[in-house]
Antibody
Framework: QVQLQESGPGLVKPSQTLSLTCTVS??????????WSWIRQHPGKGLEWIGY???????YYSPSLKSRVTISLDTSKNHFSLKLNSVTAADTAVYYC?????????????WGQGTLVTVSA | DIQLTQSPSTLSASVGDRVTITCRAS??????LAWYQQKPGKAPKLLIY???SLESGVPSRFSGSGSGTEFTLTISSLQPDDFATYYC????????FGQGTKLEVK
């Protein structure tokens, strides 16, 4: 059973870079062809997919965020990371990491518990 | 972008009721649709994938159907644990989610 846990600062200043890490347990991040995604949820709102990285290292980002997002893998630490630059108050949200097992379709099979990031001076 | 529209936005029901939530896509997504349940302060939980396949461990009172542009999630007999918000999600062209349906106690 794959388990995911987000970590990172809960407060980021406007114009700075939001950086989060998702630590994976119960499986290797660079095996099995999994896709590792970041998803966010603005307070009281719906869900927005940010992007994914495949276990091979291939990335794919949401067109609306592509210019500001970088997702990377660290196989030595079995985690993947999100960087979102030039943040504004509109980036305040709960950020989730999630895993996709391609054999059952490109849905999100496993989720982290989520971490709230507030953008404020 | 593929837009997903859920209806209703809020649904009031009682334990034992049969309820149906609809998700309409702005263009055909074949059967590339999933349903999630989310409770306050928690991450979404996968219920249904590929429109009609029940995720392991999910009670059989949940079922999904549809293809193309119209999909439904049905709960055959509501249980107290089912009051939550439900989201559909497409993965035909990257990923988008519906706006959510809040299932509340009548």
């Amino acid at each position: 059973q794959v388990q995911l846990q987000e970590s990172g600062p809960g407060l980021v200043k406007p114009s700075q870079t939001l950086s989060l890490t998702c630590t994976v347990s119960g499986g290797s991040i660079n095996s099995d062809g999994f896709y590792w995604s970041w998803i966010r949820q603005h307070p009281g709102k719906g869900l927005e997919w940010i992007g994914y990285i495949h276990s091979s290292g291939t990335t794919y980002y949401s067109p609306s965020l592509k210019s500001r997002v970088t997702i990377s893998l660290d196989t030595s630490k079995n985690h993947f990371s999100l960087k979102l630059n030039s943040v504004t108050a509109a980036d305040t949200a709960v950020y989730y990491c999630a895993a996709t097992i391609p054999a059952t379709g490109m849905d999100f099979d496993y989720w982290g518990q989520g971490t709230l990031v507030t953008v404020s001076a | 972008d593929i837009q997903l529209t859920q209806s209703p936005s809020t649904l009031s029901a009682s334990v034992g009721d049969r309820v149906t939530i609809t998700c309409r896509a702005s263009q055909s997504i074949s059967s590339w649709l999933a349903w999630y349940q989310q409770k306050p302060g928690k991450a979404p939980k996968l219920l249904i994938y590929q429109a009609s396949s029940l995720e392991s461990g999910v009670p059989s009172r949940f079922s999904g159907s549809g293809s193309g542009t119209e999909f439904t999630l049905t709960i055959s007999s509501l249980q107290p644990d089912d009051f939550a918000t439900y989201y559909c999600q497409q993965y035909n062209t990257y990923y988008t989610f519906g706006q959510g349906t809040k299932l509340e106690v009548k």
